[in-house]
């Protein structure tokens, strides 16, 4: 005799909501995304890892009016192997690099987007967390998570140096800055100084094929789903540099991967992405899980001021009952 | 009251005491003008490093010792641990004081080592840790103040501090427990990059019981130390008390260890991975052959076993904090591509920092009245 899944559910509902009443209290309460959150979706299927991004996140970024890079006196920091070479070779996110394109590439490495064979692009920088680890860990507040648009921003006249960011971020999102005796925490800041005049992220404007593109999160996870939808080899008019352009080039459609990365990963991030190899091949740390890290040394902290009380009158207690007995081994007629 | 005024001022050990501190001071001096990346091998993949790992982490384990000692002879009045509570909270002072040092070059700003005090973010354990230090390192002060204030006559601020040593005592121990525990809190946010070997939500109490243990044996083996350099004699009875706390914690603290490695995977320990050797290590140097010494009385009530004991205790306790710090993201760490060993100058800074410690106790035991009356 079959189940079907109608009764299936009935008969295990007893037990469901037993189960549900106890992880209700487990589960904390996931965090709600700010009410202008905007961030970005990269799409790895169409990313042609020109790394326009890279060189203008750089660029704007090393602008006095708020740039994450800005260091007065200093040229915008390109890597380049040597004085003469003429490229900006970045290997990792730096102090120098906010924005990294990297290539993944297996076997022939000829198949576009495929996990064998094939090769994908991928764009790393701040996730831009709901609930960011490295706001909650720093002790006096340099990061912060802005109420509105949700950028996880630095304000370094606070930093003291601890590196307990670097330490926290799931990502390995924060750099720092090694060789100063001034040293600055290092990280994408979603251009929220451009955002601040009425522009948006550098990578976004300058990305040639649509394959990084901000706006509003609610609207970024609906254009990602849509994609996911799409049909392989069929043709869609893929927005470029916004989520709302009108601007949209038409393509044919690359086999997608079942999953938007940062719907739900450490509970959710303000970057998206889509991508057609799996994300721990594109250097994703599979050990990532959809909690919300900073639940986790709440869970400790919350529990502090209960147990100051306790052990503050534990304290007291011992020593009022033990106060004029004769310890072991003391000498009789000790201090009374 | 035993003066140490007899304590001769320039031994040999002493002048290689004084080279360590002078030289320490000067890599010291340097990185406040170079930044950290031109005198360590910090990376952007291991942030922390070994000052950080050994001397503060390490150094606060050691320091437990103070805030146990006081609680035994104040808060539980057990007189018999009397003549070692001066050196012990000593200890513990200089211990943080030292760790203190080492955070103020450790961090990437050092004068701006008192923001936390005045920026609060109560959700950061590390805030919840910098404001431990702070209110522990003052009351440690005070709880070590009557040495000084004996030595220069000052009766009213002794009677003064003799008033609310109690309540220091009481507000010391609270915030010791808890500063300990915190600090084993800080790694709580990073079980994607941590080995299950030491990850587990109970990490900030197996860092209590873990520095309980040290504490114990840091008490110990330097009053045994201070006996022989110092000359004064110490009751083997206390050893023995303090050798058998430091069974009793070791027994819960292998139970709990054993649980845990279950928990993560027994096989994870074994797989000849460096995580896995230095959690062996770590475990059978620190734990198991301690406790299989401790366990057969005669061990435990000889000196000599109980100073072996106390050493090994003392490296595997280190040894621990080391691999939270360092070994257990090592698996992580090295996907990246990346390695960290500690630069010379790491431990020449570390190597004055831990001497000029053993220095300031020296002064406090010839000048102060450090190994004071008994009962």
Not at chain 1, 160 to 170: E, S
Not at chain 1, 239 to 264: A, C, E, F, I
Not at chain 2, 21 to 36: Q, T, Y
Not at chain 2, 172 to 194: D, E, N, R
Request: charged share 15%.
């Amino acid at each position: 005799m079959a189940i079907n899944r109608r009764d299936f559910l009935k008969a295990t509902s007893g037990g469901a909501l037993l189960l549900a009443a106890g992880a209700s209290v487990a589960a904390a309460e996931s965090t709600p995304l700010p009410p202008g959150a905007v961030g970005i979706l990269y799409d790895a299927t169409l990313c042609i890892g020109c790394k326009s991004c890279m060189v203008n996140c750089k660029k704007f970024n090393s602008i006095e009016e708020g740039g994450a890079l800005y260091t007065p006196g200093r040229e915008i920091p390109y890597e380049r192997a040597n004085a003469e070479g003429p490229w900006d070779e970045v290997t990792n996110l730096s102090d120098k690099s906010l924005c990294l394109i990297s290539a993944y590439k297996n076997g022939t490495g000829l198949q576009r987007g495929e996990e064998i064979d094939g090769y994908s692009f991928v764009k790393n920088h701040c996730m831009h967390c709901i609930n960011p680890a490295c706001v909650s860990v720093c002790p006096v507040a340099a990061l912060v998570k802005d109420s509105v648009s949700g950028a996880v921003t630095y304000k370094k006249e606070r930093c003291i140096g601890c590196r307990y960011c670097q330490v926290a971020c799931p990502f390995g999102i924060p750099k720092f800055e090694w060789a100063s005796n001034n040293p600055r925490i290092v990280k994408c800041q979603l251009c929220s100084h451009r955002y601040a005049t009425g522009g948006y992220s550098a990578c976004c404007e300058y990305c040639p094929t649509g394959a990084s593109i901000f706006g509003p999160v609610k609207e970024l996870r609906e254009e990602a789903k849509r994609r996911l939808a799409l049909k392989f080899g069929s043709s869609y008019d893929y927005p470029t540099q916004t989520v709302g352009s009108t601007h949209r080039m038409p393509k044919t459609v690359s086999r997608y991967l079942d999953r938007v990365y940062g719907l739900s990963e450490a509970g959710g991030t303000q970057y998206l992405l889509l991508a057609g190899v799996p994300f721990d091949r594109l250097g994703f740390n599979p050990r990532i899980t959809d909690q919300e890290y900073p639940d986790l040394t709440w869970a400790y902290i919350k529990k502090v001021p209960v147990l100051i009380a306790a052990l503050l009158a534990a304290g007291a207690i011992s020593y009022q009952v033990t106060r004029n007995k004769d310890g072991d081994g003391g000498k009789p007629g000790g201090k009374s | 009251m035993t003066s140490g005024q007899e304590i001769r001022m320039w031994t040999p050990n002493t002048l290689v005491l004084c080279c360590a501190i002078l030289v320490g001071g000067m890599v010291a001096v340097w990185r406040l003008f170079s930044g950290l990346g031109a005198v360590t091998n910090l990376n952007d993949f291991y942030p922390w490093g070994f000052w950080l790992g050994f001397d503060v982490l390490g150094g606060v384990a050691m320091a437990a010792g103070g805030f146990i000692i006081a609680a035994a002879i104040y808060l539980f009045n057990w007189k018999k641990y009397k003549p070692i509570g001066r050196p012990a909270i000593l200890t513990a002072f200089l211990g943080y004081l030292m760790a203190v040092a080492a955070l103020f070059l450790d961090i990437g700003h050092p004068f701006r080592l008192w923001h936390p005090s005045v920026m609060w973010q109560v959700h950061s354990i590390m805030w919840v840790v910098a404001i431990h230090v702070i209110l522990y390192t003052t009351t440690l002060a005070i709880e070590s103040s009557p040495m000084l204030l004996e030595r220069f006559g000052k009766s009213k601020a002794l009677a003064a501090v003799n008033k609310i040593m109690i309540g220091a005592v009481v507000f010391g121990v609270m915030l010791s427990t808890l500063h300990q525990s915190s600090l084993g809190a800080v790694f709580l946010i990073a079980p994607a990059k941590m080995s299950p070997l030491w990850f587990s939500w109970f990490l900030p109490y197996m860092f209590l019981i873990s520095a309980i243990a040290m504490g114990l044996c840091m008490v110990s083996t330097e009053a045994m130390l201070s006996g022989r350099a110092f000359n004064h004699h110490v009751d083997i009875e206390i050893y023995r008390g303090l050798a058998r706390g430091t069974m009793i914690t070791l027994s819960i603290y292998l139970a709990l260890k054993l649980v845990f490695l279950v928990w993560a995977g027994v096989g994870l320990a074994f797989d000849g991975s460096l995580e896995g050797n230095m959690y062996l290590l770590e475990i059978l140097l620190g734990v198991v052959i301690p406790l299989g010494l401790l366990a057969q009385e005669r061990f435990r009530r000889e000196m000599r076993s109980i100073m072996a004991v106390n050493i090994m205790v003392i490296v595997g306790v280190l040894v621990n904090r080391l691999n939270v710090c360092l070994f257990s993201m090592q698996e992580y760490n090295s996907a990246q591509g990346t390695s960290y060993f500690p630069s010379f100058s790491e431990f020449l800074v570390t190597l004055g920092v831990v001497s000029l410690g053993v220095f300031l106790f020296k002064m406090a035991a010839k000048h102060l009245p450090l190994f004071a009356k008994a009962g």
